[in-house]
């Protein structure tokens, strides 16, 4: 053969190790070798193994750590800034009752994607899990729900920076030039190949964050006070809204439900971790960092502004306040966004290039293949963006048609079928299964209940007369 390093010189009958495993320079074959059987090494030349050696190398450098700041970028962002309006919606006590609830939820359902790894570690992402459950319709079906949900929500975060650069430079210019700019900004942060590498991005990003929703609550509360004649108020209240409706109130519920979405992505990143097994301390972690944050910004935005609040909350911080709030979220605006296209970028070039050295993205033809991949995603989300022009809404669609799934029922399933052992009436298996029902019933009430609303909200709005 040639010497060409883009040529796919991997035999079909092996398969490359798992990733999330510790860096081996060996191929492991998938059937017993024959005499007749070319060997992989036969048709490498040493130019391309080494470059297979440095690839695996370089997406396995994950720990679990770094694992908590990627999980951080990917789940906490968007969806915080649309909670003060929930709570707006459901009350100070409803809010604070699904804002912890939903958060013990999703970070259990997590723990259980997580085990299906580790039972089977020849996964590399979520789809695979939809393989070993329902064979090769399954993991198309499951492909498809998981990179549609990924658009959507890059989709979200590129019309959040429409509104951010729209509200900071106070422009009469267009919103599709806002829109160009804020998605040629998360085309060009989805780049770097592994999550290892966004996780030095993702320090910006969590630091952006706290800091943007620290002025939103300071802002907030300094208005309140001022407002109030030296005395902190709102029009707040406990309960919900006066005569809100039940699609209103399910559209507010499916708004917290995004903001815990960050289930999908645990085989993705597993899958490049040293250590897969010490997930769980990245989940747990993550889960009570969520329900921390969540609760406090859903809680005292709306203790500050009352029932007036906005979606995002940063419009909420006044003229002047808001546009500093937004400047400095802007970074999360963009890195978290990116790292959404990262991971379907990930999730299909290296299925593409499965038996080649191309899906490591350290050749010429890798990095060529992997842009042009970016770009299209990103082209993708940025007509989304442009499509559905409304914050709640965009979350709330995403929330009851993929992320009711991916999150919630879909992982329950998985224990019943891939991970449960011995018998059903165990001590672990039947406090397991308790726990698996209460998450499956939930997923299912979000996406009947969701969808539901979010069809007459659609109506009602006349954005789809």
């Known amino acids: 053969m040639g010497t060409d390093i883009e040529q796919d010189c ?33 048709c490498q030349t040493e130019l391309e193994r080494r470059k297979k050696i440095e690839g ?18 990917e789940a906490v962002a968007l969806g915080s800034l649309s909670l003060p309006s929930s709570f707006a919606t459901l009350g100070m006590v409803g809010g604070v009752v699904s804002s912890v609830g939903i958060g013990l939820i999703a970070t259990y359902a997590s723990y259980e994607i997580g085990a299906v790894k580790l039972k089977y570690p020849q996964v590399e992402h979520y789809g695979d899990i939809g393989r070993l459950m329902l064979g090769e319709k399954g993991f198309w079906v499951v492909t498809v729900v998981f990179i549609f949900q990924l658009l959507l929500s890059v989709g979200s975060h590129c019309l959040t920076g429409i509104i951010a650069l729209a509200d900071i430079t106070q422009s009469d210019v267009c919103t599709v030039v806002f829109g160009l700019v804020s998605a040629l900004i998360l085309l060009l942060l989805a780049i770097p190949p592994t999550f290892a590498d966004i996780a030095i991005l993702g320090y910006i990003d969590v630091a952006s964050i706290f800091t943007a929703i620290g002025i ?5 509360g300094v208005q309140s006070t001022r407002d109030n004649n030296n005395s902190p108020g709102s029009d707040w209240s406990a309960w919900p809204k ?28 597993m899958n490049e971790m040293h250590t897969p097994k010490d997930y769980t301390k990245a989940v ?17 935005v709306y203790l500050f502004v009352g029932k007036d609040v906005q979606s995002p909350a940063l419009l909420s911080a006044g003229p002047l306040m808001s546009r500093i709030a937004f400047g400095v979220a802007l970074p999360v605006v963009f890195i978290s966004g990116s790292i959404n296209t990262s991971i379907i970028a990930r999730y299909i070039h290296a299925h593409i290039y499965r038996h080649s050295v191309v899906r490591y993205v350290n050749t010429k033809k ?4 992997w842009i042009s991949l970016v770009a299209v995603l990103t082209l993708f989300s940025w007509i989304v963006a442009q499509a559905i022009p409304v914050f709640s809404i965009i979350l709330s669609i995403s929330a009851a048609l993929f992320i009711s799934g991916l999150c919630f029922y879909i992982p329950p399933i998985m224990w019943f ?45 006349g954005l789809y007369d």
């Not at 695996?56 to 970028?73: A, E, M, P, Q, T």
């Open 242 to 269: 006066e005569n809100v409706s039940f699609s209103t109130a399910m559209v507010a519920m499916n708004n917290i439900v995004y903001a815990y979405s960050f289930a999908p992505a645990i085989p993705s990143f």
């Open 10 to 42: 991997f035999h079909p009958q092996y398969e490359p190790t798992t990733l999330g495993d510790k860096e081996s320079a060996t191929v492991q074959p998938s059937k017993s070798i024959t005499d007749s059987d070319p060997s992989p090494d036969d």
């Open 366 to 369: 890798g990095w060529i293949t």
């Open 56 to 73: 695996r190398k370089n997406f396995s450098r994950l720990g679990w750590k770094r694992l908590v700041v990627v999980l951080i970028v």
């Open 216 to 220: 939103t609550i300071i802002a907030t």
């Open 417 to 461: 079928v891939l991970v449960k052992e011995g018998n059903w009436f165990s001590r672990s298996n039947f406090q397991r299964a308790s726990y698996n029902g209460i998450v499956f019933l939930f997923g299912i009430g979000v996406l009947v209940c969701g969808m539901y609303a979010n069809v007459v909200n659609l109506v009602s709005d």
């Open 284 to 300: 747990y972690t993550l889960g009570v960092i969520e329900i921390v944050i969540y609760t406090l910004i859903g809680s005292l």
